[in-house]
T-cell receptor, first 114, second 112 residues
């Protein structure tokens, strides 16, 4: 158990819809990262938050947005969903914003867009 | 273009064999990590290497960071079925916020 909690574990929805994925980081971790994992692209970095503020952006589409709340949990919002958005979405946390620290991953949210 | 290229993509071997997985890039990394991921779970850190030329051992696993900090390898001696999984290398580019860029992974299957 990494200490990172993601909900829901599985989600099936239709194209054009909007979903919200939730992540609770490990206790004491201030930094939250979102990754998308698909078979052809591997694990792609989407966005990072540190103590409530956006720190870095990766390959995140404009249809996607995220935020980190004062209690440090984070949400990833995916809208106008397309078939190609079907993937595993991972949240990871780390104590600080950078450095060489370990990333602790949740078990992921599997999104299927039909 | 993938910043971190891992090879091979798939590897199926018999128990007891040795294997090496490679992680290559044209970019310089301040650190490189290896993770292992099992089905239905998130990646779990195996090791972090920071210094060029660094070698770290974790039981039957040996990790090496290239002298120029552009590449890394993972060598497993006498592989066991429990080593089966997806091995991912991940690097933090020099000057980045420590954000990790992942390779696509090597899917290892060790048959008894």
């Amino acid at each position: 158990d990494s200490g990172v909690t993601q909900t829901p574990k599985h989600l099936i929805t239709a194209t054009g819809q909007r979903v919200t994925l939730r992540c609770s980081p490990r206790s004491g971790d201030l930094s939250v990262y979102w990754y998308q994992q698909s078979l052809d692209q591997g694990l792609q970095f989407l966005i990072q938050y540190y103590n409530g503020e956006e720190r870095a952006k990766g390959n995140i589409l404009e249809r996607f947005s995220a935020q980190q709340f004062p209690d440090l949990h984070s949400e990833l919002n995916l809208s106008s969903l397309e078939l190609g958005d079907s993937a595993l979405y991972f949240c990871a946390s780390r104590r600080l914003a950078g450095g060489f620290g370990e990333l602790f991953f949740g078990e992921g949210s599997r999104l299927t867009v039909l | 273009t993938q910043l971190l290229e891992q090879s091979p993509q798939f590897l199926s071997i018999q128990e007891g064999e040795n294997l090496t997985v490679y992680c290559n890039s044209s970019s310089v990394f301040s650190s490189l990590q290896w993770y292992r991921q099992e089905p239905g779970e998130g990646p779990v850190l195996l090791v972090t290497v920071v210094t060029g030329g660094e070698v770290k051992k974790l039981k039957r696993l040996t990790f090496q960071f290239g002298d120029a900090r552009k590449d890394s390898s993972l060598h497993i001696t006498a592989a066991q079925p429990g080593d089966t999984g997806l091995y991912l290398c991940a690097g933090a580019l020099v000057g980045s916020q420590g954000n990790l860029i992942f390779g696509k992974g090597t899917k290892l299957s060790v048959k008894p």
